[in-house]
C-alpha cells in the first residue's frame, strides 16, 4: 500500500513502530557497547559504592549481601566460597525464654565480640551498647559462633540418625507402638502400621547465617 493510501492512523501506527524499533535497537547497542573499569571509575569517582560494584562485576552470582567474617578466618577476597572457614555463625533472638541460655549453656555457642570482625560495617541495624555483636534497636539478636568442623560433623550425625530413623521398618515400628498406646490392636486391624505413598529422605542445606 502506497503511502498516500494510507489512512493518518495507519501512517501514524507505522510511524510509532518505526520509533519503538529504533529505541530497541540503540538500547541494544548502548548495553552492548564495551566499557572497562577504570572508565566507570572516571565516571563515577567518589562513589562510596565502587568497590561494591566492582565485586559484583567481576562476580555477578555473588551473594548480594556478604557474609560476616572473623579476623582469624580469610577474607571474602582470599576466599570467595568460603571453603577455608573456622566458624559458623547464627544469630539468636535473646528476646524469646531461654533462647540465648540454650544456645550458649546446651548447644555450644560463643557470642562473637565486635573486636572478632572483619568488618563491622557489614552489621545491618548494629547496636553498639553491648561488647557482643548485637543488631535492633534493643540489641536482642546476638551473633553466636560454633566452630565450623564441630557444626558440620554434628549435623553429618543428625543426618544419619534421621535416616536411619525413616526407614520403613522403623516408621512402621513408630506407628504399631502409638497404635497400641492409643489401645488400637494392630493384629486385629492389618491397616495399622502400613506404608502407603513414596519415602523420601531429603538433605540439609547449609547455608551462610546472614542469607
Known sequence: MANKDKTPFQAGAETLQKEAAQRTRDSKRRASAPVTTEALHESFAGLEALEVLDRR???????????????????????????????????????????????????????????????????????????????????IEVLCKIPLPYYLAIKKKQ?????????????????????????LDPDLDPSIGGI????????????SADD
Do not use: C
Request: hydrophobic content about 35%; charged content about 30%; glycine content about 6%.
Open 196 to 207: 502407603v505413598g513414596e519415602i523420601k529422605v531429603g538433605r540439609e542445606r547449609l547455608v
Open 57 to 139: 562485576l567481576e562476580n555477578p552470582d555473588a551473594p548480594n549481601v556478604l557474609p560476616i567474617r572473623l579476623k582469624d578466618e580469610p577474607t571474602e577476597a582470599q576466599d570467595p566460597e568460603g571453603r577455608k572457614r573456622r566458624w559458623y555463625l547464627r544469630w539468636f533472638n535473646a528476646a524469646m525464654p531461654n533462647r540465648f541460655h540454650s544456645a550458649t549453656a546446651s548447644l555450644g555457642y560463643t557470642p562473637v565480640l565486635w573486636e572478632e570482625l572483619q568488618n563491622r560495617e557489614i552489621v545491618a541495624n548494629a547496636f553498639d551498647g553491648s561488647p557482643q555483636v548485637r543488631r535492633g534497636d534493643r540489641g
Open 159 to 183: 543426618r544419619e540418625k534421621r535416616a536411619r530413623s525413616v526407614t520403613p521398618r522403623a516408621m512402621q515400628q513408630e506407628v504399631m507402638a502409638a497404635a497400641a498406646k492409643a489401645g
